[in-house]
């Protein structure tokens, strides 16, 4: 009989630690669903989620971030936000089981969690007077609900063994439906406090209809025409033109900053003879010129996708530079956004009249997307986008190489990022089953700046043979290929190789991302049925 009380016994404590971990974790949900709806009214770049995974985003090392852009892609940011949420409840359900059995250790991590919320939000480079607030609502209201929701249970952990099953401290089956009602409940609201504050974000809905109201004036340099013959319209290659909504985003922005053009404004200034400062008004008064080029993210491994081809809009960087003056020594440019993020750009790539770097105002016929660095940003053709194409850009300061250092150049990766020459096959796909007979071979070959002159292909270890160019755009953007294939049954091994128009052939090496780009050819094996 004793031993079945203290076997009893030890499932109410152990049911009882179940049920301080859920009110821990319910707690956490409603102090963030809070946080977030808070933030959404007063400081959108401030959410507790923002301000958190900015800072991670910041301490990470390279290794990290690039495991999570080979891993994840362009959804890196909706990972860290979830791991972010696995770890906040985890850290939560200890804290319901301690306040539970030493209070009040719990509430303490609770309050702990907002100061260190408020703490980094007030460090972030877009903070604000109220950037504090939303974390320390977060941090609050998990400590009172908690508080609350342990009330709900009546005490357990100390009965003695050989009390009886009916004694008063023991939870009544009425006990638990009322907690479990309350912390659903709890829960429930939280959830919809995350939800409303995804959907009434002012400072996001305000800014989002000031673009869509927005009419960027015409183009004084208009790009030509799309050549006939840059569109080959075969089943599965890229487009030529990317569409705004399928173009990759990879940035350090948890949450996508919100700028009024009429607040806008971009200052150059360092190692100048003529400080600048221009407006939006201003910027969109000069003589914007139009063309196409295509961006790629450092990150892309042979083979990938974190590539894009658009249309911008926009004004010469070079010009601006030429009424600051730069004094003789300097040679970089350390561009800077409006969240703090900063790149380092050669001072020539942004002074050669042969290279269009620009500073972009629209993308594709459209003022630019939120997401890709509205109102305003850099395009610099021929550089990975870690050295020049800072969104949402407010600071150009003229400096040098040896005096000041960028975002992604503390974290190990090279001072300048020029594109390396790369091919991509898109059809057949990697793992993609084919029926012999007639198909054909085709993807996209790029070196901004500098161009393609030719691409070729190999199937198995047989000879290398010419694909059928596309008609490039310009030297700036990628070009489609294509090569007739009559495939035969078995498994077989697809690679490409391109040559630029330099004459240089691209090279076989097999390289990572780090520090400054991927090499070696893309190739992989496809069944033929």
Known sequence: MADARGRGAERARVQDGWLAAAAGAVAAVLGAGLGELSAALIAPASSPFAAIGGALIDVAPSWAKDTAIAWFGTADKAALLTGIALVLLAVAAVAGLLERRRPPIGVAIAVALGVVGAAVALTRADAGALS???SSIAGATMAVSLRMLLRLLPATAERSDDAPPTTPDRPSEIDRRRFLVWTGGAAAVGLVMVLGATLVSGGSRAV???RAALRLPDPAVAAPPVP?????NISGLADVITPNDSFYRIDTALVVPQIDPADWSLRIHGMVENEVVVTWDELVALPLEEGYATMSCVSNEVGGTLIGNALWLGYPIRELLARA?????????????????????????????????ILAVGMNGEPLPLEHGFPVRMVVPGLYGYVSATKWVVDLEVTRFDRATAYWTDRGW???GPVKLQSRIDVPRPGQGLSAGDTVIAGVAWQPHVGISRVEVQVDDGP???ATLATAISDDTWVQWSLPWRATAGRHVLRCRATNALGETQTSEVVGVIPDGATGWHEFPVDVF
């Not at 350390?334 to 042969?354: C, K, Q, V």
Request: glycine fraction near 4%; avoid cysteine.
């Open 464 to 466: 290398w043979e010419d």
């Open 228 to 232: 006939a013959g840059a569109e080959l």
């Open 414 to 416: 090279s001072e300048r």
């Open 325 to 357: 003056r730069p004094t003789a020594d300097a040679d970089m440019v350390l561009s800077r956004s409006i969240d703090g993020f900063t790149a380092s750009t050669p001072l020539e790539a942004l002074t050669d009249p042969d290279r269009w770097s």
């Open 132 to 134: 504090w607030l939303p």
């Open 208 to 210: 989002a209809a000031i």
